[in-house]
């Protein structure tokens, strides 16, 4: 083989690696190319459902506002025809949209309103205040049993009767014939174990709790107060079975004077759709009533009569042997030295109500905490009765002087 042929034949296998050298270069370049119209793709693809979405934002924003109104009679069912009060103030005869199902409106409800036709375009939720949505007791329910109350047993009796009794059992009322009761008044002197009743309930029964201190429904504006008590009613219907728990009833259903002041007339307003609220024309259904005051002398006669309250439950003070179930109750957790010594502190405790005699089991502790001890002797209780015990005679004093 000559030198000429050795040559070509080494320039032919150089050409032939270059070429497969190279042709290995495009291939990796057109992999990467591929790689990089993908990743644009899916960044077209992205910008794409961006820009599609601020459309629609800006469409959105571009529709003409709503009116809020609320429903006041259906004329026709099958037309969806209506007649509507706008928040404006005036009514209007409206039809309903076709996105809006005629079978679904009802008297009451809020709807949105197309603000150049006055059509009803959407069905709104039932507007309900914070502070009322507020008033349910949801967690952290009372931790109060039945028997925590010492001394009540006649009381737990008719309040279990008049609240718990129909809405776990309404059959045995239904057998005898007759309604049961809607509410019960509960009144006495203070510390006598209204509220903690009105717990034991809320504790005890599986229905909704709402608590409501009358003070709460004393507002500043006008007509806020009956807009209140409608819209906790309102709660109470959505909620049932309920129980509707009213403490310091006397704060806004003290007796209707011909003399007022613009304060009181506004009380008053509110007593009125208090009223209405408890015996009106439209049926509560399973929402029970508890009001709890120690002024059942200022309250008005409308609301204490049969319809409303139909029992006022009395809570007096503790005599001998139910000041000795409630002590037994409050001690029984206390670390004390000598437990023969109840009777004495029974016997000279005479006049003093539950929340005192569980004020006295905490000054015997605090006693016996100030000599730096763990155990409670009997100077200590001897102590916090004479301290407990001059309150209630001091108080007792005021009361006299201001009657």
Avoid: W
Wanted: proline residues 4%; charged residues 30%.
């Amino acid at each position: 083989m000559t030198t000429t042929k050795i040559k070509k034949k080494e320039k032919e296998t150089k050409d032939g690696e270059y070429l497969i050298t190279y042709t290995r270069h495009l291939e990796k370049r057109l992999r990467n190319l591929e790689t990089e119209k993908q990743l644009l793709d899916a960044e077209r693809l992205r910008l794409e459902q961006e820009l599609h979405s601020l459309r629609n934002e800006i469409d959105r924003l571009r529709e003409p506002p709503l009116v809020s109104a609320t429903v006041i009679d259906i004329l026709d069912e099958n037309k969806g025809r209506a007649i509507v009060k706008s928040s404006t103030g005036p009514s209007f005869v409206v039809n309903a949209s076709r996105k809006v199902k005629n079978d679904k409106l009802y008297s009451g409800m809020r709807v949105a309103l197309n603000q150049r036709t006055f059509a009803i375009m959407e069905i709104l939720p039932t507007k309900l205040d914070p502070f009322v949505k507020g008033m349910e007791v949801i967690d952290g329910v009372p931790d109060v049993t039945y028997n925590d109350i010492g001394g009540l047993e006649e009381q737990l009796l008719e309040v279990r009767e008049t609240v718990e009794l129909p809405l776990k059992k309404p059959e045995l009322f239904a057998k005898i014939g007759i309604d049961p009761p809607k509410g019960v008044l509960l009144h006495g002197a203070p510390g006598t174990g209204k509220t903690l009743v009105a717990k034991a309930v809320a504790h005890e029964t599986e229905a909704s709790f709402i608590r409501i201190i009358g003070s709460e429904l004393v507002q500043k504006f006008i007509g806020e107060g009956a807009r209140l008590v409608r819209e906790i009613f309102n709660l109470a219907k959505e909620k049932a079975p309920t129980i509707l728990f009213i403490d310091e009833l006397d704060a806004i259903g003290s007796q209707r004077l011909k003399i007022a002041t613009s304060g009181d007339r506004e009380v008053q307003r509110t007593l009125m759709q208090l009223l209405s609220e408890l015996d009106g024309f439209e049926s509560r259904g399973d929402v029970k009533i508890i009001g709890a005051t120690n002024r059942v002398d200022i309250l008005d006669p409308a609301l204490l009569r049969p319809g409303r309250f139909d029992r006022m439950i009395e809570f007096q003070i503790p005599n001998e042997v139910e000041r000795e179930s409630i002590f037994k109750i409050h001690i029984r957790k206390l670390n004390i030295e000598n437990r023969d010594n109840l009777n004495k502190y029974i016997k000279i405790t005479e006049g003093t109500t539950g929340a005192d005699i569980k004020a006295i089991c905490t000054e015997a502790g605090m006693f016996a905490i100030r000599r730096d001890s763990d155990i409670i002797k009997d100077e200590d209780f001897l102590n916090a009765i004479d301290k407990v015990m001059n309150k209630v005679k001091n108080n007792c004093i005021e009361s006299r002087l201001y009657s």
